[in-house]
């Protein structure tokens, strides 16, 4: 028999992982001296720890591989636990590639700009909520702005401050000057069966904002009619990193627009729905 030292020096292992396989019982000494204390452990237990590290180097949590080398497990749960660990491998290794092509995306922008640029691009999820709106096709930027207003005005008179959240517009047509396909509304803080009545006749009702999975987002300020700036700096980071539009985009105002000592001034968070491209 070995005592713990040679033990660990033959497995390659320290004494102190030895220690600790032995106070949750994953592997214990053949025998411990019961005057000194000493642990001694046989040749024949190697075959046991190189088991557990072999299992442990899959990832597999102690737990399973405690089963595993104690046969507590059929093969079906031992595939189904390395599914499991395959598919959190894959994620990892999908998640670590993104990050990879936006280091990369980062070098190429200094490279050929000499900085990283005004805006900084951020990839999130949104969930669904209750949203309060008007979908028309404007025939143009100063009446799509027109009705911007009246939202305002209609929403800020008719809705109390609590249900309300932040406006948001979503534009179902490509980013042109003319035949604007938009949907102007406010996300609520809970569902309402209020509707808005418009000047004109027309009327706000309730729909909902879906969820997105994935929405490549930036914030910007300045005029709301430079808007056109942030939209173009996110599809520069979409083509260097590899994404496609998959969805209309929103404009989600994080402070209430046309208001204050600059009225044409905004504060705006940009969003996409992207998914990989092919």
């Given at each position: ?6 033990f ?25 001296d ?25 990832g ?21 636990m ?22 990369e ?7 050929e ?8 691009i ?28 009246e ?32 949907e102007i ?11 808005v ?71 705006m ?10």
């Amino acid at each position: 028999m070995f005592r713990i030292g040679e033990f660990s020096t033959i497995a390659r292992v320290s004494g102190r992982l030895l220690r600790y396989y032995d106070s949750i019982g994953l592997l214990s000494p053949q025998h411990v001296d019961a005057a000194t204390g000493y642990r001694y452990y046989t040749a024949g237990q190697l075959e046991r720890l190189n088991r557990i590290l072999a299992l442990k180097d899959l990832g597999l949590s102690l737990d399973q591989v405690a089963r595993m080398v104690d046969g507590n497990v059929s093969t079906g749960e031992i595939r189904g636990m390395l599914m499991l660990k395959k598919a959190e491998l894959e994620r990892t290794l999908s998640e670590e590639a993104d990050r990879l092509a936006r280091v990369e995306s980062r070098l190429q922008q200094i490279d050929e700009q000499g900085s990283l640029g005004e805006y900084d691009i951020v990839v999130k999820a949104a969930a669904a909520r209750p949203f309060l709106s008007l979908r028309r096709t404007f025939a143009g930027m100063g009446d799509a702005v027109a009705m911007l207003k009246e939202v305002i005005r209609a929403m800020t008179t008719q809705v109390p401050p609590a249900v309300r959240d932040k406006m948001v517009v979503v534009a179902y047509s490509d980013f042109e000057d003319e035949d604007l396909d938009l949907e102007i509304g406010f996300g609520l803080t809970r569902s309402t069966n209020r509707k808005v009545a418009l000047a004109g006749g027309d009327e706000m009702t309730l729909g909902e904002l879906p969820a997105v999975e994935t929405l490549a987002t930036l914030v910007r300020s300045g005029p709301i009619q430079q808007a056109h700036i942030g939209f173009g700096a996110l599809g520069l980071w979409m083509e260097a990193n590899r994404y496609r539009i998959s969805g209309p985009s929103r404009e989600v105002f994080l402070e209430p627009p046309f208001s204050g000592p600059r009225p044409e001034h905004v504060v705006m968070e940009i969003q996409f729905p992207v998914s990989r491209a092919a």
